[in-house]
């Protein structure tokens, strides 16, 4: 099993990225993907997810508006389009993948992102 982060990058606030999760060696399209982050210090959150299927998605708050989850099962491709970076979005982003009824629950290593001047 693998997922595999990419896109992170140092970035201007006000500025865009737009983080990929390569998967591959399991049933991607039957797991809930989803992109957390850890900022120094702090505790890993969730920041969005998106169910199997890609028909519901949600968000924490603090990025509703101005980020995207989006999927394509065919590629076995998870992405989080993010908009109007702000310095509080710097930390470490990971994928993950859930599938609860197997207790299945999968992590990539991380991509940096950075926010600032």
């Not at 797991?31 to 028909?55: C, D, F």
């Not at 999927?71 to 509080?88: C, F, G, T």
């Not at 930390?91 to 599938?99: D, E, I, P, Q, S």
Request: charged share 15%.
């Amino acid at each position: 099993v693998q997922l595999v982060e990419s896109g992170g990058g140092l970035v201007q606030p006000g500025g865009s990225l737009r983080l990929s999760c390569a998967a591959s060696g399991f049933t991607f399209s039957s797991y809930v993907m989803s992109w957390h982050r850890q900022a120094p210090g702090k505790e890993r959150e969730l920041v969005a997810h998106i169910t199997s299927a890609g028909g519901t998605t949600n968000y924490v708050d603090s990025v509703k508006g101005r980020f995207t989850i989006s999927r394509d099962n065919a590629k076995n491709m998870v992405y989080l389009q993010m908009n109007s970076l702000k310095p509080e979005d710097t930390a470490v982003y990971y994928c993950n993948a859930k599938r609860a009824a197997l207790a299945r629950d999968y992590w990539g290593q991380g991509t940096q992102v950075t926010v600032s001047l």
